[in-house]
């Protein structure tokens, strides 16, 4: 697996590149970027700009950083990157153009998510990045994963491979996972795209139809994390309106962010 994590220094950040260390190393052949993104405009009248001080200090402080992760792990091949950039708008591009399968971003626990705006690195990444992104709480620890929900709608996909991402993760870890529907009223026949099924095959999984509290999608789908001991949440962010209608709802927004599992957003 070839990851890319930005990273800022902060526990949130550094402890999503461990995350991503320990679970893609588990093969052997896991590859990580770390990048640092500085995002300063320097005044003309500086003698010494401060983005050139900046990327000194991060220079520094990444390959104190690596010293430290290539000891506990081993396994995996780790490089370094600093620019002068905003990351909101060059890693998504970059995490294209240079293969990555995976975006791994550390946040200050999802509950710190509900008052971001539109503007913030993970939210970002979720809304324009084509690879898959991890989105890791700070007190998220990477264990044997046991169980994975993904939130489905009835809405068709439309990449045949779009659940690769999660199967490279299920050879991995060998995870079982819960599908679940929050189900209408008036939905009565086909739940969810019955492919998922095909792209499943080989794989422990389940379906479960939930019903749907009240007016809040993102509690409900909390909730039936919660009673499966979920490791993972899983959505699909289609092109069409699903996530937008999901997440412009602020009280599923935060329900759903106040959870303390990582949030894996891959992109039909």
Known sequence: MKVLCPIDFSDASVNAVEYAASLFGLDGQGEIEVIHCINVASRASMFVKIDDLLKDKAEEDLK??????????????????????????????????????????????????????????TEALFEKSSIPVLAVPETAKHHDLQSIVMALDADKVDKDDLLDPLKGILTLDDAKVHLCHVRSEEMVNIEYDPSIDVMLNGFDFDYTALKKEGSDVGKTIHDFADNVNADILVFIHHPRSWWERLFQRSHTKNELYNMNIPLLVLRD
């Open 64 to 121: 104190t950083l690596m010293e430290r992760l290539t000891q506990q792990y081993s396994r995996i091949q780790f490089s370094t990157k600093v620019l002068n950039i905003d990351p909101k708008y060059y890693l998504p591009q970059y995490a294209e153009k240079n293969g990555f399968d995976f975006v791994v971003t550390g946040t200050k626990g999802m509950t710190q998510l509900k008052d971001i705006t539109i503007g913030s690195l």
